[in-house]
């Protein structure tokens, strides 16, 4: 599967009150980064015809990240099924390698003109593998 990896470095508005980072900030880079693949697969004319709406989280947070930590967040496609995507999404701390997160969302695809639940389009999951 074709993977989409950026990097960022912890700010102090990331922190919570045990000046780790705050869990719904992790959150945050799980559906942005998500966002991010997404936007840089898809032709631009073709955006504006997908909507797509998160359905599960799961997330194991394994360690925590401090402030100025520098972050590696790597994303892919795992699977397809019908308006479904199964999207896994690993956090590291750059320096050091270890893994803080890992996730795995479930997406579905629906139709902008009604919010229905819309398959797919196999050119589309192509663009990914």
Known sequence: MKSYTKTITVKETDLDDLDH????????WIQDISKEHWQKTVPTEELELYIWVVRHHDITYHASA???????????IKSW?????????????????????????????????????????????????
């Open 21 to 28: 980072v705050n869990n719904i900030r992790y959150i945050e």
């Open 66 to 76: 401090l402030l100025q930590d520098t972050l590696e967040l790597t994303t892919h």
């Open 81 to 129: 099924r019908g308006p479904l995507s199964i999207r896994q999404v690993e956090i590291k701390n750059k320096v050091t390698g270890k893994t803080l997160i890992t996730a795995e969302t479930e997406w579905c695809l629906l139709q902008p003109e009604n919010a229905r639940p819309k398959r797919v389009p196999e050119h589309i999951a192509n663009m990914f593998v």
